[in-house]
């Protein structure tokens, strides 16, 4: 196969590699917090960005909105997870999705806590939602 380039930015060659070599980064406005993009527009992926998100002991992230839908899938740990006015507890295998514009918070209960993150391929707009 060629390793042309497509209409939408893709390439026909697609992408394999090791989860360890994708570098994590401090995720800011997050406790603890660090965060990998694993397949994203730098591997040709045109529609959607798979993301890594690692959470440590006293780690989490304050409530906030997204402009783009989350889907997420959790490897390991364990977290309090509020979604719009409802708190969930979640472990590894549970899956997540919080709608776009949703107010939407993580609190670590057991860490590390790990979840692989999906998102559309836009832009996004992160806003924190201020406490009542």
């Known amino acids: 196969m060629s390793d042309s380039a497509r209409a939408d930015g893709s390439s026909d060659r697609g992408t ?13 406005g997050a406790r603890d917090t660090s ?14 960005v798979m993301r890594r998100i690692v959470m440590e ?19 390991r740990g ?19 999705y919080i709608p776009a514009g949703t107010p939407h918070w993580y609190d670590v209960l057991e860490a590390p806590f790990e979840f692989l993150c999906l998102v559309p391929n836009v832009p996004d707009q992160v806003k924190l939602v201020e406490p009542d």
């Open 57 to 75: 002991e006293a780690g989490g992230m304050p409530a906030h909105t997204n402009a783009v839908e989350h889907e997420q899938y959790v490897l």
């Open 78 to 96: 364990r977290a309090r997870v509020g979604i719009a006015d409802e708190i969930h507890e979640v472990s590894a295998h549970h899956v997540v």
């Open 16 to 28: 394999v590699k090791p989860v360890d070599e994708v570098e994590l980064e401090e995720l800011r």
């Open 35 to 48: 965060m990998a993009i694993l397949i994203g527009p730098q591997d040709g992926a045109p529609n959607f």
